[in-house]
């Protein structure tokens, strides 16, 4: 089991480049995918993608690579017409603004467009993304063994629970007849008192017909089996790898379901409040598998 929610990082750090990726992933019905490369890289974004998918079935996933270059580019060379077309333009600004102090050489100097682009990065983004794709792979290892710590007390917890649903489903079932036993009891004791007061008599017939009927009407014993056995089910899908959180909600709707029968049924307060701690323990574990992938 998974959970959807994590982080990873690598770093990489040389002579030149500092390089920083970061992988996120929070809850999402699906999985989506989204991408930030420096410009340069951009046209990697489809390996990065497929590199994601080939390790995540569900969640939002945020994958950012940050390069930063150290130091001034030896390969950068200052571009003369740049400078002087830069200075021009800047000296009529100064003019037209009746300044009288000159342009100053540092100002021009500074400007980005001064400085050609030749040998740059932009230039060696093959073999610069070697580097990077290792630690884009790094750091997606590093979220999926997050996502899996998470699963871990994620199971936990649901096991738990499972467990406390599991009581209070015995409890239910030990009480059930006992239901039946109590309403014959009360029926007996009505019509007795009524044939003492008025002096006429029912059938045995007649009392075992209105004991069915309620019994009918009352058995929870269908419903308690297939609570029984979701929660069967429930223990075994936890144990499983891959995407397994859909098929747990659709679960856990299907438990809410059978305990709300077992509580309009029951006609009984310990049955019902057996059916409210259940339905509580469902709350919260509908909470956590929509946190797992």
Known sequence: MNSMTGFGRASGR?????IDVEARSVNHRFLSVKISLPEDFSRFEGDVDRQVRSRMARGS???SVTVKRLGPDPALQPDPRQFRDLYRR???????LKIKEPVPFQAVLSAPPVWSATGSIAD??????AGIKRLVDRAIEDLVRRRAREGVGIRRDILARLDTIGS?????????????QAYQKK????ITSIVAARGFDTSKADLAKEIA??????DISEELQRLEAHVGSFREIVDENGSIGRRLDFLTQEMVRETNT??????DAPISEAAVRIKSELEKIKEQAENVE
């Open 14 to 18: 040389g002579r030149k480049l500092d």
């Open 61 to 63: 996933v945020s994958i």
């Open 90 to 96: 800047l000296d009529a600004i100064r003019k037209s």
């Open 124 to 129: 060696d983004t093959d073999r610069v993304w």
């Open 168 to 180: 209070a489903a015995a409890q239910i079932r030990t009480r059930a007849p006992l239901v039946l």
């Open 187 to 190: 029926l007996d004791e009505r």
């Open 213 to 218: 009927l309620f019994a009918d009407k009352s």
């Open 262 to 267: 077992l509580a309009s049924k029951g006609g």
